[in-house]
């Protein structure tokens, strides 16, 4: 029997595992935190789909061409042809598994407008379609624990995959409890470890997704791919610990974006767009948002408090929970942060990467949202990913499991060893501090070359004293030990911003204002003895 190690437990974590487990296999799934606590149980606008009742004009078709758009010209067309494809299929399957769909009163599922979108295609469970369909999938994830299919292993982390002559044969984790790494080899591993949020300090987005991970597969020799684009959602308020999310639903119902001058309203993406500049796509929002140089307000009041709380509940509760608002009856104050992450780990169609056996799926991988993701389709691929790997895996090879991965396990020892006692003057928070400081300020949603630079030579210096961190033994190892891979990351993603010498979707550059056909192709990272090089896949090396 086939062994998969999953890593991670969000939805793509648990789609890839419920998946293997159906077609016969044995599959692992780790994670440092149960999947009820991953970042996917915050998504609250809903997932697209034209499912049978859709909108009167809308079609598959339509929904790809809209997510090839969004994407700027540079996500996969077949890539993009099967996700849209599916999208019924998957809507029907989770309800099948209970997630529980807002309907119509004839029972056909509601539909909600996104932004970027042609038609209104997004079906919503409430304002918590994320807490449903991880409900549902650990539901079913359990029953094939019961059957002694998938095997949960909580309180473990990455630290780094078994590769050897370009195949993967799995991965050394940190085990929180016993406090050491341990190997565990598969017939393949699936990485669905979300975001890379941390880079930037409070995003809207979970701390847990800190792109370690990838930064240390790039390290590894995994190639990645698009890290420049980085999505700012426009509406967002702040508190303590994070930027929460104005979910856009509340445009989608009619929600209008304003500034005041001179004592009246001014509905500035309306006067530059038209009737529908609310719902633009997210990029060309933030940066009329940023633009303003004014406290924006976002307005749903004439909606009525009845439909309000029918439809943005979560939304009402929020406002009024953090920030005392009532949305009922005033407009809320929004600025733009950092929400989302089209680029991550390079995989082909079938989600696997330049490595043999190694896939990835969800956040953490670039595939089918080119330069800007449409609202709504991410929870879709993070699904539809697992779907594919799973096929993948089911027809690839079984590992060799001869291979002796002592000098693997000792490395880790002795770098988890290394940790303890260190007096350098560099504690880790202070540098993931810096670092989220450093990327804010240099990969905002308006960069230039000066910036670039200056972000890349703060990340150098971060990077030049990692290995010297002074680390309280009270903290977590983790936090340790990945600190490197999270700065090889945040490298890596401002090089490929500055070798993109034009602007596209989300990734706006002052100095070349526009797009230009030469970088009409997607950007891959890759690194080798601490060289890291880039280049331009024009050849559609991850496109078939
Ligand atoms: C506030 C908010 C609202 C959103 N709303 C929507 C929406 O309405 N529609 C939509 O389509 N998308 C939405 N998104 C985006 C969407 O939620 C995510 O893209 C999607 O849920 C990602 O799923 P995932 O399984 O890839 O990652 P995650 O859900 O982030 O799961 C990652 C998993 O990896 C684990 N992990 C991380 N690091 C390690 C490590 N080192 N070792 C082991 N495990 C690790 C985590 O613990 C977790 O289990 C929203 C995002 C946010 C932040």
Known sequence: MKHVLVIGSGIAGLSCAVSCAQKGMQVTMVSPFPSERSQSVLAAGGINAVTPSHEAG??????????????????????????????????????????????????????????????????????????????????????YEGMGRIKRRLWADFYGSLIKDGTCYGAVLYNEATRQPEAITADSVVIATGGQNALFGKTTGSTQCDGYVAGKLLMQGVELKNLEFIQYHPTTIETAQKMMLISEAVRGEGGRLYVEENGSRVYFMEDKYGEHGNLMPRDIVSRCIEATGKQVYLDITFLGKEKIMQRLSEVYELCKKYRGIDITKESIPVKPSVHFFMGGIAVKNNHETNIKNLYAIGECASIYHGANRLGGNSLLAAIYGGRVASASIEQAEANDTHNDWSAELNEAKEKLLSLQGSQSPYPVKYLRDMLAETMRENLGIVRNADKLRQGIDDVSFYLSVADKIRFDNSEMAYFGYSLKGILTLAKATLLCAQSRQESRGAHYRSDYPTSSETYKAATIIRYDEGEFTTYLDTEGKYES
């Open 58 to 143: 809308d079609s598959i078709d339509s929904h790809i061409e809209d997510t090839l758009k969004g994407g700027c010209e540079i996500a996969g067309k077949e890539a993009v042809r099967g996700l849209c494809e599916s999208a019924p299929d998957i809507i029907n399957w989770l309800e099948k598994l209970g997630t529980v769909f807002t309907t119509e009163s004839g029972g056909s599922i509601s539909k909600r407008a996104f932004g970027g979108q042609s038609h209104r295609r997004t079906c919503f469970c409430g304002a918590a379609t994320g807490k449903q369909i991880v409900t549902a999938l650990v539901m079913e994830a359990r029953s």
